[in-house]
């Protein structure tokens, strides 16, 4: 087989992805071109591509999703290949057949390998005949409502109706009892319809007590295909993956390696080339065994949660990704491949989780992430920039690594409690609610986990919101003292006592009233007092008292202390507004 080089790369993506693909190309030296539509003229992945195509208006339907305007961009700009990241392109075999007429490499499978995979259906056919487990079932052609009435009948409820053609948990609907059948199935051909422009169903046995874990595949174009272990991938709200991990908790070393078998036949049975995911739901209700999982369906591209597979496998998936397209085989052998440690992804969003998870667009006025060891943060965006209405709202994903399962996600909390967000509602509290559950941490989980705890994930921190005004108190008065000690040293009398500080500062009975607002429009009439000793401020509202000072460690880091417990947050202000960041929360006052 002949060895094409790849040196210039087109990705025809967006956001953390697009960077990501960058990453890996500026460390093998291959040069990138970016596209980007109208919203994106100044996004992270235009700025750090080589070269860049402006594509077309905001929406993707109109930019990103136009083969022809990829096509004639990778022309322009002599690239060899296309990168399609996941999403938009990633999974359209019309395409990757365009780009192998057009003599582009399409970094991904061949447009047979997508095709027959793309529907959930015929992809469950295929896999019985390759000796593959699938969710027992109905996947037939025949789409009369009675037949498929009685298929649900004969299969026994709870059942879940899944249009052929969905994805992203788009167009699935549980039935739990045959009265509700009819309904359902209306709802689900319509989102089928609607989505994916495919109305056809089928319907499967609704697992119990389900854990999502999917298997990483690699196949190469010498026939050759290898998979690099499990993701745990059961937190899920709506069936749309929140927190990822490496390996499976619980999994046995005999059920692995089931799995990791079934997944490579499952790949060589469509020739596959490039990374893949076989997605597999796990029966938990009996403990994790070799018998008790079934193929789902596959994913043909490089996926959201790769990362994870990365960090405890010490493999760059994209790197290989180039290396299998210009037809180089595999990077390594199945016997070379071993489990080191253990790592988590979490998702960060902007969204309001109190508003059932509402998706939030705006300017990111403030974006922090402190950096430490074993941990990688994926993000295509940077402080300043928008989250628009036009793509998905996800900010970045946060990955650590440990050596142990435990390691791993006590520093994804510490990394989550080091990440500041302001200007955007974002997940990130939610996300530390979830990561602390006694449950979780047990690794005592299903995907019905959120579901069934959403009330404390999505609780507020008892007096929180208190906590964070007297912070926000704390930084104007860090502020007043500021201005006081300017107008000291710039004072050309500065004996003259209206220059001094000492008028509301060092005096005792110094006294003050101050109007805060949070976010929600709640107003408060606070009272503030200099303490006894003249350190600290004693602040009321109304019959409430709370004692507090502090002060910045350094520009955005303030450090404070009230009713004697010690808060780290940061802070962003403009004007008079200020915006307290701590432990995942984001709240903004206005004095
Ligand atoms: P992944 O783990 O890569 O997100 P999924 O199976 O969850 O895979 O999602 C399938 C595809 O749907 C992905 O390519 C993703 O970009 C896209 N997707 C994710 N969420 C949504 C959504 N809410 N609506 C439409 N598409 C989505
Ligand atoms: P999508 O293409 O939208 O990703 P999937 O078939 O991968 O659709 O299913 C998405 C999620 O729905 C799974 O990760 C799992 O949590 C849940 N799910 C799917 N099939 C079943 C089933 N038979 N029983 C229980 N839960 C299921
Ligand atoms: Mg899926």
Redesign the pocket.
């Known amino acids: 087989m002949d060895i094409k080089n790849i040196s210039k790369i087109l990705i025809a993506n967006r956001g953390e992805i697009a960077c990501r693909v960058i990453d890996t190309c500026e460390r093998l030296g291959i040069q990138t071109v970016a596209v980007y539509s109208d919203a994106d003229a100044d996004a992270q992945h235009v700025e750090r591509a080589d070269e860049a195509i402006h594509i077309g208006p905001s929406p993707a339907a109109e930019s990103y999703l136009i083969a022809d305007k990829i096509i004639d961009a990778a022309k322009a700009t002599g690239a060899d290949a296309i990168h399609p990241g996941y999403g938009f392109l990633s999974e359209n075999a019309e395409f990757a057949d365009r780009c192998d007429q057009e003599g582009l490499i399409f970094i991904g499978p061949k447009g047979k390998s997508i095709r027959a995979m793309g529907l959930?259906g015929t992809a469950k056919k295929l896999m019985v005949d390759a000796g593959v487990p699938v969710?027992p079932?109905y996947h037939g052609e025949d789409q009369d409502p009675a037949v498929l009435k009685k298929a649900a009948d004969d299969i026994g409820y709870p059942v879940?109706i899944?249009a052929v053609a969905?994805?992203?948990?788009?167009?699935?609907r549980?039935v739990m009892k045959a009265e509700d059948f009819a309904e359902a199935l209306e709802a689900a051909k319509r989102e089928g319809a609607n989505s994916f422009g495919n109305d056809v169903v089928l319907i499967?046995?609704?697992?119990?007590k389900?854990r999502?874990i999917e298997i990483q595949v690699f196949g190469d174009s010498h026939g050759d295909a290898v998979y690099l272990f499990e993701r745990d991938?059961?937190l899920?709200r709506r069936?749309q993956?929140v927190v990822e991990e490496a390996p499976a908790p619980g999994m046995p070393e005999d059920m692995r390696q089931a799995m990791g078998d079934a997944a490579v036949r499952a790949a060589k049975a469509i020739d596959y080339q490039g990374a893949g995911t076989i997605?597999f739901?796990v029966d938990a209700s009996n403990g994790l065994n070799p018998k008790g999982f079934?193929f789902?369906?596959m994913?043909t591209r490089l996926q959201v949660e790769h990362p994870v597979t990365e960090m405890i496998t010490d493999t760059d998936l994209v790197e290989w990704q180039i290396r299998v397209a210009e037809g180089h085989p595999i990077p390594k052998k199945q016997d070379e491949l071993s489990i080191e440690g253990h790592s988590f992804e979490v998702r960060l969003y902007a969204e309001d989780p109190a508003k059932n998870f509402m998706p939030q667009t705006g300017r990111l006025d403030y974006f922090h992430v402190e950096k430490q060891d074993n941990m990688r943060l994926e993000s295509g965006v940077i402080e300043g920039d928008e989250i628009s209405v036009f793509y998905d709202p996800m900010i970045a994903k946060l990955v650590t690594h440990g050596a142990t399962r435990d390691e791993a996600l006590t520093r994804m909390i510490d990394v989550i409690r080091g990440t500041y967000v302001a200007g955007l509602k974002t997940n990130l509290n939610f996300l530390i609610n979830t990561l602390k559950h006694s449950a979780f941490q047990d690794a005592d989980f299903d995907?019905n986990f959120i579901d069934q705890n959403i009330d404390t994930l999505v609780a507020d921190e008892d007096d929180g919101l208190m906590v964070d005004m007297m912070l926000a108190v704390s930084v104007r008065q860090a502020m007043v003292m500021e201005d006081a000690m300017e107008q000291f040293d710039q004072s050309s009398e500065p004996n003259n006592p209206f220059n001094t500080m000492d008028g509301w500062r060092l005096n005792v009975d110094y006294q003050e009233p101050l109007t805060l607002l949070d976010e929600a429009g709640g107003k408060y009439e606070l009272a503030l007092f200099n303490d006894e000793d003249g350190v600290g401020y004693v602040v009321k509202n109304g019959d409430e008292t709370y004692y507090m000072n502090g002060y910045f460690d350094h520009e955005d880091a303030l450090i404070a202390q009230v009713n004697g417990r010690l808060y780290k947050a940061h802070v962003w202000q403009d004007d008079n507004h200020i915006t307290i960041m701590r432990d995942g929360r984001t709240a903004p006052f206005t004095l």
């Open positions: 959930k969710v079932g879940l899944k969905g994805g992203g948990g788009k167009g699935m549980k499967e046995k609704f697992i119990e389900p999502h991938c059961s899920q069936h993956k997605e739901i079934y789902m369906e994913n995907t």
